[in-house]
């Protein structure tokens, strides 16, 4: 048996005039994690409708556990589950209804399919409402029965493509150990996300996808010690003083990052040394610092180096292919 769970060389898919993917490598270790990481339009939604055996790849192969997804797509499919961006529920059914009917779809008895939704229901909290109807569901509930109903059969592999989106922090972090509980059960995840963060959380590795094409891959660890240099991350008492420390940590550093909290920001910096002097600075000039620490640079600030642009939005998008519907 390999040890890789995918294997895709040159994988290509075009839609018209746009390339959606233009020649993508993986290899996938089996029982872990991997980020496929990335903006909208990226191309990360139509790679993984390509190893899923949904749609065809214009050129290049892959492997999924061994089997090739053109040659034997019967064999991947009967191997692995799709959790894809909108939730794959019947909103008109109870969720209790929902797992044991895809228990029964996928040749469950009907007391053993019974069975396993309870036991689902039990694991992902969703017991209490296992009698009302989906409609009525929170984001993060209909994204936790998703899951659960992706696993009814557990998959050797599952891909699962922005599974945490427009979910508020708490959702997200019970999705997040929902995922850390499959890969220690022996699931293989391939984690499609435009959220930083989660890829450093969950993932082992990552590969960066920016306009069809894996522009890195590695660690989280390997990828930001790849931008070559250490980080200063500043945080101000009061965010109105942002202005006057981004001045200083320019002056000094050269560019700054201005980070999604208005009292903090960033910059990169080579050596200790340099951070404190900076820092004796911020203070000489009036700045009230909260607190200041020098590190590895985050995912965010990597995907910048790398692409040149953040990792929300690639510059002048306007793919015409939804990601989510490419087809």
Same mark, same amino acid.
């Given at each position: 048996?390999?040890?890789?769970?995918?294997?895709?060389?040159?994988?290509?898919?075009?839609?018209? +005039?746009?390339?959606?993917?233009? =020649?993508?490598?993986?290899?996938?270790?089996?029982?872990?994690?991997?980020?496929?990481?990335?903006?909208?339009?990226? =191309?990360?939604?139509?790679?993984?409708?390509?190893?899923?055996?949904?749609?065809?790849?214009?050129?290049?192969?892959?492997?999924?556990?061994? $089997?090739?997804?053109?040659?034997?797509?019967?064999?991947?499919?009967?191997?692995?589950?799709?959790? *894809? %961006?909108?939730?794959?529920?019947?909103?008109?059914?109870?969720?209790?209804?929902? #797992?044991?009917?895809? *228990?029964?779809?996928?040749?469950?008895?009907?007391?053993?399919?019974?069975?396993?939704?309870?036991?689902?229901? +039990?694991?992902?909290?969703?017991?209490?409402?296992?009698?009302?109807?989906?409609?009525?569901?929170?984001?993060?509930?209909?994204?936790?029965?998703?899951?659960?109903?992706?696993?009814?059969?557990?998959?050797?592999?599952?891909?699962?493509?922005?599974?945490? !989106?427009?979910?508020?922090?708490?959702?997200?972090?019970?999705?997040?150990?929902?995922?850390?509980?499959?890969?220690?059960? =022996?699931?293989?995840?391939? #984690? &499609?996300?435009?959220?930083?963060?989660?890829? +450093? %959380?969950?993932?082992?590795?990552?590969?960066?996808?920016?306009?069809?094409?894996?522009?890195?891959?590695?660690?989280?660890?390997?990828?930001? /010690?790849?931008?070559?240099?250490?980080?200063?991350?500043?945080?101000?008492?009061?965010?109105?003083?942002?202005?006057?420390?981004?001045?200083? #940590?320019?002056? +000094?550093?050269?560019?700054? !990052?201005?980070?999604?909290?208005?009292?903090?920001?960033?910059?990169? &910096?080579?050596?200790?040394?340099?951070?404190?002097?900076?820092?004796?600075?911020?203070?000489?000039?009036?700045?009230?610092?909260? /607190?200041?620490?020098?590190?590895?640079?985050?995912?965010?600030?990597?995907?910048?180096?790398? !692409? *040149? $642009?953040?990792?929300?939005?690639?510059?002048?998008? $306007?793919?015409?292919?939804?990601?989510?519907?490419?087809?």
């Amino acid at each position: 048996m390999t040890a890789l769970a995918i294997e895709a060389t040159g994988l290509v898919k075009s839609y018209g +005039d746009t390339r959606a993917v233009d =020649g993508v490598d993986l290899a996938v270790p089996r029982g872990s994690v991997y980020g496929v990481l990335g903006p909208n339009g990226a =191309g990360k939604t139509t790679t993984i409708r390509m190893l899923a055996t949904l749609i065809r790849p214009d050129a290049g192969s892959a492997r999924v556990l061994g $089997h090739d997804i053109v040659s034997e797509a019967d064999a991947v499919r009967a191997a692995v589950s799709l959790t *894809g %961006q909108l939730a794959s529920v019947d909103e008109d059914l109870t969720g209790r209804e929902n #797992l044991v009917l895809l *228990g029964r779809l996928l040749g469950l008895r009907w007391a053993p399919a019974k069975a396993r939704a309870a036991e689902l229901l +039990d694991a992902f909290g969703l017991t209490e409402a296992a009698t009302k109807l989906v409609k009525h569901y929170s984001g993060g509930m209909r994204r936790r029965l998703d899951i659960a109903a992706s696993i009814v059969v557990t998959p050797e592999l599952m891909f699962l493509d922005e599974p945490t !989106t427009g979910l508020d922090p708490r959702s997200r972090n019970q999705v997040w150990d929902i995922i850390r509980a499959l890969v220690a059960e =022996g699931t293989t995840i391939l #984690l &499609c996300t435009q959220y930083l963060e989660e890829a +450093d %959380q969950l993932a082992e590795g990552i590969a960066v996808i920016d306009r069809g094409k894996v522009i890195a891959e590695g660690t989280p660890g390997q990828l930001k /010690a790849s931008v070559g240099s250490n980080t200063l991350h500043v945080r101000l008492l009061d965010p109105d003083q942002r202005p006057q420390a981004e001045q200083v #940590l320019a002056h +000094d550093l050269g560019t700054v !990052t201005l980070e999604a909290d208005p009292s903090a920001l960033s910059a990169a &910096c080579s050596n200790a040394d340099s951070g404190a002097e900076v820092v004796a600075r911020l203070a000489g000039s009036g700045v009230a610092i909260a /607190a200041f620490s020098l590190g590895q640079p985050s995912l965010d600030e990597v995907f910048l180096a790398l !692409t *040149g $642009h953040p990792a929300e939005q690639a510059p002048g998008e $306007h793919d015409p292919i939804n990601e989510g519907n490419p087809a």
